[in-house]
């Protein structure tokens, strides 16, 4: 005999393939004898599931590999302790951690994926740049996974599971090492070697390759990994979407020569054109600057959203698009003439250089020519300015007034002749191509309106260059002309990068001396190789390429794109469940039955990935907490099911309700599923 405190007590005993639930409802302070021996009689090598805290073993009966405790006679349980564990199966979300809700956003604090992740459970920051993935977190990354293997597989491609640790001599062979560059994390071990924990994996998969593939006749190579990196992030923001620690997904691939590489580069463009179009979120494909990882061409991928970092201009006319990053003249520029106009009133800009010798003086209207009819001012296209001069550091808020400061620093006093004075300071003078000539000549130095425009004329005197080409100084805006097409159908969004491809040539296997052998006189199906410039006497570079998909970002980045502000949107392919199945008390029993026949697979129609909130929470709470967590479908059994039996049926993405019949049900969510 026990005594129970309590309502509703669930008790399930089982072996593999059989289980028995007694249910036992009673008042407070009842005392009721419980069926112990009648179920031991049905399975009589029983194991219980208790979570529960009774007064005489209370640590016994929490202990998880404590099975088979059975409740002995005066155990008090209490059930406010008790969650009812079903293993049936089915997927309820009773079985899975979601520990979602119970945080509100501070007064006036921005809502964004970060905080939206972590209120709906997915994530929680274990240190500034490091993350922890919850259960539902890590459904997501496994789906991106599980779909980025099949992608890497059709394309022909091997996965590898390359070490965290790389050394700097590595780094140091492709030129790519600095001793004081603050991204690395460096570690030493006990005997004083320094280790990299790997922020890219290009020296590394490049000295493994080298070293066991050795004839033409072993290529190409397409060796892929989803391994986590990590690079000292200055300021780590905005959730996983600019960490310390991420994951990512890498493909190297090695050929004989450039024109075999660039057909590589197009089947992986295409793969990747499969990859994003199977997770239906709008994806935009632009010409891209390749920074420190190098090559001659690559492109870049990105979903559009508010939050992102990465500036992208989209002709809606041609479909050109590129990273700011990447400026006009180095993609194509429209032939620019000079104005003869006055077009005032104008603005300048300074930038000054590392070693503080050079000021950058720009000088472009306020506001575009009358025919453009667009009336916002002008902003200075930066990237286009440290093109020209990549030696300026934009970083510093004042170069006007540091350039003077350090010059003023930096005179030789008189009373001290032998004192070595630096490089004379430079000032270039560069202009919007609306800007006229005249104007030009009379304010490359001076400046009325500029109170240190004295002093910068002293210390310049006549020592100042005109950059003499016309240039368009303006940062691209809507509306303005495409370089590509002509067009005034310019758009300006801001984006997150997710992937990025690059054909690298020999960047890497040149300064690594990564060759293989080829020899013209056998026999075989490498049409092309003639053409390639031999290193030595019979061997050859590799030709690589290296693309990336940032895992971990994505996660962020697609949170963030399509949320609204109900919660998350995920898209089919990254949701953790796709369907979600609520029902009232009376309608559980109807809910299995459902989750039965989705996740069946039929002739011509997939298993659905559905889940059941079994949850013991109020239906309302239920009901917001789907939308919080973003799954693309919600199946809703209320209070009005019993009367019509019609399944009332939530779809987050584009926000329809319908009811549907149970007959029409499967077919139904099928053909939902098939468009987010």
């Not at 965290?164 to 001599?169: I, K, Y």
């Amino acid at each position: 005999m026990s005594r129970v405190i309590g309502r509703t007590l669930r008790i399930v005993a089982a072996t593999p393939g059989i289980a028995v639930c007694a249910w036992t409802k009673v008042l407070a302070g009842e005392t009721l004898s419980l069926p112990w021996e009648k179920v031991a009689l049905v399975v009589p090598e029983c194991c219980w599931w208790f979570e529960c805290q009774s007064s005489s073993r209370s640590e016994e009966c929490r202990r998880p590999n404590n099975n088979h405790y059975r409740p002995q006679d005066h155990d008090e349980i209490s059930t406010a302790f008790v969650r009812s564990v079903h293993d049936d199966g089915r997927a309820r979300l009773t079985r899975i951690w979601v520990p979602s809700g119970g945080i509100t956003p501070a007064v006036g604090a921005v809502d964004d994926a970060a905080s939206r992740l972590v209120r709906a459970g997915f994530v929680r920051q274990a240190h500034s740049g490091f993350f922890h993935l919850l259960p539902l977190g890590l459904r997501v990354q496994e789906k991106l996974e599980r779909l980025i293997d099949e992608h890497m597989r059709k394309l022909g491609a091997s996965k590898v599971s390359l070490s965290t640790f790389s050394s700097p001599q590595l780094w140091k062979k492709s030129g790519r090492y600095k001793k004081d560059n603050p991204d690395f994390f460096q570690l030493p071990d006990r005997k004083g070697a320094t280790f990299l924990l790997s922020p890219t994996h290009e020296e590394e998969i490049t000295a493994l390759v080298s070293g066991i593939v050795k004839s033409y006749k072993q290529l190409p190579v397409l060796l892929y990994q989803i391994s986590r990196k990590y690079r000292d992030e200055p300021r780590p923001r905005q959730g996983l979407l600019r960490t310390r620690e991420f994951l990512m997904k890498d493909l190297y691939t090695f050929d004989a020569d450039e024109r075999k590489s660039f057909d590589t580069y197009q089947k992986v463009r295409k793969a990747y054109d499969n990859f994003f179009s199977e997770l239906r979120i709008p994806i935009l494909v632009a010409r891209a600057d390749s920074g420190d990882i190098g090559g001659h061409l690559n492109h870049e991928y990105h979903i559009a959203t508010a939050s992102g970092e990465d500036t992208i201009i989209s002709c809606t006319s041609c479909n050109f698009a590129y990273n700011e990053e990447l400026t006009p003249t180095t993609i194509q520029s429209p032939k620019l003439e000079r104005s003869a106009e006055d077009l005032g009133p104008y603005r300048t800009w300074f930038g000054i250089s590392k070693d503080r010798s050079h000021l950058v003086k720009a000088i472009l209207p306020r506001l575009p020519s009358p025919r453009e009819h667009v009336e916002k001012e002008l902003q200075v296209n930066t990237s286009m300015i440290r093109s020209r001069y990549p030696d300026l550091d934009l970083s510093i808020e004042r170069p006007l007034h540091t350039f003077l400061d350090y010059w003023m620093a930096e005179q030789p006093s008189e009373s001290d002749p032998d004192s070595h004075a630096p490089s004379l300071p430079r000032l270039t003078v560069i202009s919007d191509y609306r800007v006229s000539e005249e104007f030009i000549r009379r304010r490359g130095v001076d400046d009325p309106n500029n109170t240190s425009s004295a002093a910068l004329s002293e210390i310049i005197g006549p020592r100042w260059l005109k950059d003499t080409t016309a240039l368009d100084l303006a940062r691209p805006r809507n509306g303005s002309e495409c370089s590509n097409c002509g067009e005034r159908s310019l758009k300006v969004q801001q984006a997150v990068e997710l992937g990025h491809t690059f054909n690298l040539g020999q960047r890497y296997s040149k300064p690594m001396n990564a060759t293989f052998t080829y020899n013209p006189n056998e026999q075989s199906d490498a049409k092309g190789l003639e053409n390639m410039s031999p290193s030595r006497a019979g061997r050859h570079y590799f030709s690589m390429g290296c693309h990336g998909i940032g895992i971990s970002r994505m996660i962020a980045a697609v949170a963030d794109a399509l949320a609204d502000e109900r919660g998350l949107i995920w898209p089919r392919a990254m949701a953790p469940y796709e369907v979600v199945i609520l029902a009232t008390e009376e309608h559980t029993a109807v809910a299995e039955k459902i989750w039965d026949m989705l996740t069946e697979q039929q002739k011509g129609l997939a298993a659905v990935d559905a889940v059941l909130d079994d949850r013991e929470k109020s239906f309302g709470w239920k009901l917001k907490d789907a939308d919080l967590l973003g799954f693309p479908v919600v199946i809703v059994l209320g209070s009005t099911f019993g009367n019509s039996e019609l399944c009332e049926v939530l779809v987050r993405r584009p926000g329809t309700r319908e009811k549907v019949s149970m007959t029409n049900l499967r077919n139904y969510i099928t053909s939902r599923l098939a468009k987010v």
